[in-house]
């Protein structure tokens, strides 16, 4: 999550990279509950998430994108 | 001065990710279970299953052709390259791209049990690729470019190995940084997770 992009940086990284038809084709929003199930993130970590981030944005703390396109030709 | 931190820092973050996911503990299939179709999840062996660390179930947006070749960036313990491997079927091809010898073996052995002979690990750094340029009609990725400290680099190299007019389809976390306390982003489990 600490190197997560916001969407508009990561579509604009793309296209940077030659990419064309970028399209986000899925956005799905996720909530500290739902990084519970991630061993990758500790107890301390979601603790810590759970103390610091307001309360009204727990359930959407990152937001999970599906992104197609296609190398220019 | 953010290239010098970047280069800096990238050692670090790779030694950083690369312990965590050797050491990576189970699911017990639960965020698979999250983000995929029980369809899917009984083509796949449970090791497989156990330890799919991805993010969104993005291969429902690919189009997958029979006869692909396909790489999958950071493939892990390799779910999604089986479930593609299964697509493309039996004239199509999936290049299972990991750093980390450990993920591949595990692909190479769920890919085993699945009865699949058209997966290739291929042991590499998505900064740089070892294919070459033009092979592939598809790159996936699942949760993996995120975690690159060079992320550019990455997408330039997935653009790179693709045919021209070849896909991409990726699922990745997306953050507002501005929303994230600057605990939280320089927790060292935070750039794993």
Redesign the interface.
């Known amino acids: 999550m600490a190197g997560a992009l916001a969407e508009r940086d990561f579509v604009e990284k793309l296209h940077r990279a030659g990419f064309q038809d970028i399209e986000v084709a899925h956005r799905q929003p996720v909530s500290i509950d739902v990084l519970t199930l991630y061993p990758l993130f500790t107890d301390e970590l979601l603790a810590l998430m759970r103390r610091l981030i307001p309360e009204g944005k727990q359930d959407a703390v990152a937001v999970a994108i599906v992104v197609t396109a296609t190398r220019a030709l | 001065m953010t290239a010098h931190k970047d280069l800096l820092y990238s050692d670090d ?1 790779r030694l950083l990710v690369g312990h ?2 050797r050491n ?4 017990r299939g ?2 698979a279970d ?1 983000l995929y179709h029980s369809d899917d999840l009984a083509r796949v062996p449970a090791t497989a299953v156990d330890l799919a ?1 991805g ?2 179930d ?1 291969l429902s ?2 189009d997958i052709q029979p006869g692909d070749a396909i790489l999958d960036v950071g493939c892990g313990a390799g779910i999604d390259s089986i479930l593609a491997a299964h697509r493309a079927g039996p004239d199509g091809k999936v290049y299972a791209l990991d750093f980390l010898p450990e993920m591949l073996a595990r692909t190479t052995s769920a890919a085993a049990e699945a009865g699949l002979d058209n997966i290739e690990p291929v042991e590499g750094e998505m900064e740089s690729i070892p294919l070459p340029a033009g092979s592939v009609d598809l790159v996936i990725s699942n949760g993996a470019i ?4 060079r ?2 680099r990455a ?2 190299e ?2 790179r190995v ?16 501005d ?3 600057p ?5 060292p ?5």
């Open positions: 973050v965590a996911y990576v503990a189970s699911t639960v965020v999250h660390l993010v969104a993005h947006h690919a995120n975690l690159s400290p992320k550019a997408m330039a997935c653009a693709l045919r021209p007019g070849g896909k991409l389809c990726v699922a990745d976390l997306t953050v507002e940084q929303d994230l306390p605990e939280v982003i320089t927790h489990a935070a750039w794993a997770g």
